[in-house]
């Protein structure tokens, strides 16, 4: 038998006894690794800004990547994760990164990869703010241990330095048959971990 929905606002996550806190910590930790992966590439391929570059037009572009590929390794020449996108653009007048329909894969030690996809990706120039734009979906398949997870939501913002994210639009996390809709959400992931769904919240879920 089904039971829900349930609803009320501001209403804290880990009140939901299947789509528990360890679930959405993860979603968020996937986040601020996505913004760890897109820095690292930058350091790898910095390059120095142009003067004249930068005293002209606004937002000119000093260098672009047309179907990035890269994955970093772990120090056991393990795959730690896979950072791909249709087209790359670093703008030196601002030093601002923009990527095209960028797709990031978390690999785990003992479960399936994380999944993260987004229409564009905006990277501030010291790294302190990563806007997923558009559609974003973040996803990991069942392992033997580990249940689905997907998350859909639109314009998320990370703050890798602070370990937050936020959005403003609608978000739904869905694990096997149980659900979670709002809209609005703010994640804290230093401890004391928490994460806020802001408003209209509504919970589905199948009792075991």
Partial sequence: MRRGPCTGPYRPIWTSPHLGMAYYRQL?????????????????????DDPAAVA????????????LDVTRMTAAGLPAHRLRAQRLRHFSSDGTTELDDPRLTVYQADAPPW??????????????????????LIERAAGPNTRPIRMQTRELRVKPHEDYAETDEKVRVESN????????????????????????VKGHYVPR
């Fill in 177 to 200: 048959a149980d659900r979670l809709d709002a809209v609005g959400m703010q994640a804290w992931l230093r401890p004391p971990s928490r994460i806020q769904f802001l408003s209209q």
């Fill in 28 to 48: 968020m930790t996937v986040l601020l690794i996505c913004a760890a992966a897109l820095s690292w590439w930058l350091l790898q391929h910095d390059t120095p």
């Fill in 56 to 67: 002209g037009a606004q937002r000119t572009v000093d260098y672009y990547v047309i179907g």
């Fill in 115 to 136: 999944e993260v996809d987004a229409e564009q990706a905006l990277m501030s120039a010291d790294g302190s703010l990563l806007l997923l734009k558009g559609e974003v």
